[in-house]
């Protein structure tokens, strides 16, 4: 059975490639792989609303081989969010430090070439696990829920192994801020809720106000990936016993990493959840077998001694960030800046995330 990580689509029109112009740039910059007869072929991976992610096929006489293009989607702003140019030189920077990322193999920053800057990474090869039910999973419930559990402390272990990456070397050591971090995200991204909403949301202003007037203090400094989920790791084929890479580096930084586990906690879906959240795609985590949000707070700070006492907190801020981020994809699509389908929904999604946040600032429940 195929993985979904190797399952592509007919690139939308809207999101074409130029196959000539890169067949040419990728001949004159990346003469290693490619050859005299080599063509191409495109195609697009369909889930993530962010950045724009393509399998390219190179194809000659001798040899195939795959690579991933990431380049940002249209009518969004520059910023660290699709700067495809800093994701290649953070991959660059970790791959030889055995953190498990695809290797970098080049950058073009001349957006004349297909219409934005790009960078292309290896294939990884491996399972990706998505939807409510993925078939990777064991049919026996039994082995299922034995699988879930041992992957639920493998997402723990992973998490708090990037946490442990030395940040004190350059070029980590310039990717960010963390003195006041907390603050500052906080008021980013609430300043960014109220930049790109399109409709009044009453529990978002409730969230917003909370978090400003309950903010813990900085606690340390990391590497935090900041969209940790298991739809953006890639795990060993068949066994699923570890992880081979993280995708998505988009929004990492440095900065506190309470803050990386309240993002992923966001994501981190139980079976008690509105049935809305299965729409982000990681309903996985809602079956039998998968730690409970709580219990993934305390195996973190078991695996780094990290005081987790404040996770209410970093759940809210995850759910708020999660809701901001989605109805900044629904205002490109209110906008008619984007014609994917499944942006549409989104306003939905906004909604759900912002009732359960407001529900967390009343119960301090995670």
């Known amino acids: 059975m195929r993985s979904p990580i190797d399952e592509t689509i007919a690139v939308r029109a809207s999101e074409a490639i130029n196959g000539e112009a890169l067949l040419a740039w990728l001949a004159g910059n990346v003469p290693e792989i490619m050859s005299a007869?080599?063509?191409l072929e495109i195609r697009q991976f369909p889930a993530g609303f962010s950045n724009l992610t393509y399998l390219v096929t190179i194809t000659s006489a001798n040899e195939s081989r795959r690579v991933v293009l990431r380049r940002p989607p249209r009518g969004v702003k520059p910023g660290i969010a699709h700067d495809v140019g800093r994701e290649h030189d953070l991959l660059k920077a970790l791959h030889p430090q055995g953190v498990?990322?695809?290797?970098?193999i080049a950058r073009c920053d001349d957006a004349a070439i297909i219409g934005a800057p790009f960078y292309l990474m290896e294939h990884?090869?491996?399972?990706?696990?998505?939807g409510v039910a993925p078939p990777e999973l064991p049919p026996d419930p039994v082995q299922a829920h034995g699988t879930l559990a041992r992957l639920s402390h493998t997402f723990v272990s992973t998490l708090s192994q990037l946490h442990a990456v030395d940040v004190q070397r350059d070029p980590l050591a310039a990717l960010g801020r963390?003195?006041?971090y907390v603050r500052r995200q906080v008021d980013g991204w609430t300043r960014r809720w109220h930049a790109s909403r399109t409709e009044d949301v009453p529990p978002m202003e409730q969230a917003a106000k909370w978090l400003d007037a309950h903010q813990p203090p900085d606690r340390g400094a990391a590497l935090i990936h900041n969209d940790f989920k298991f739809d953006n790791l890639v795990l060993h084929r068949p066994s699923m016993e570890r992880v081979v890479a993280i995708l998505d580096w988009e929004m990492a930084t440095i900065g506190d990493p309470l803050m990386d586990?309240?993002?992923?906690?966001?994501?981190?879906?139980?079976?008690?959840d509105a049935?809305?959240?299965t729409m982000l795609g990681l309903g996985v985590t809602a079956l039998p077998g998968s730690l409970r949000r709580a219990e993934l707070a305390e195996a973190y700070g078991t695996a780094t001694g990290r005081d987790v006492s404040d996770i209410a907190f970093y759940y809210t801020f995850g759910l708020f960030k999660l809701a901001v981020i989605a109805q900044q994809i629904y205002a490109r699509h209110v906008q008619g800046l984007t014609a994917?389908?499944?942006f549409a929904k989104l306003g939905v999604v906004v909604a759900a995330l912002a009732d359960a946040a407001a529900r967390v600032t009343e119960t301090r429940e995670i």
Do not use: C
């Open 124 to 130: 990884v090869d491996g399972v990706i696990l998505r």
């Open 100 to 104: 498990p990322v695809p290797r970098a």
């Open 340 to 342: 994917d389908a499944r």
């Open 261 to 272: 586990l309240g993002s992923s906690l966001a994501y981190w879906v139980e079976a008690g």
């Open 178 to 180: 963390p003195n006041g």
């Open 37 to 39: 007869d080599a063509q």
């Open 275 to 277: 049935p809305v959240f």
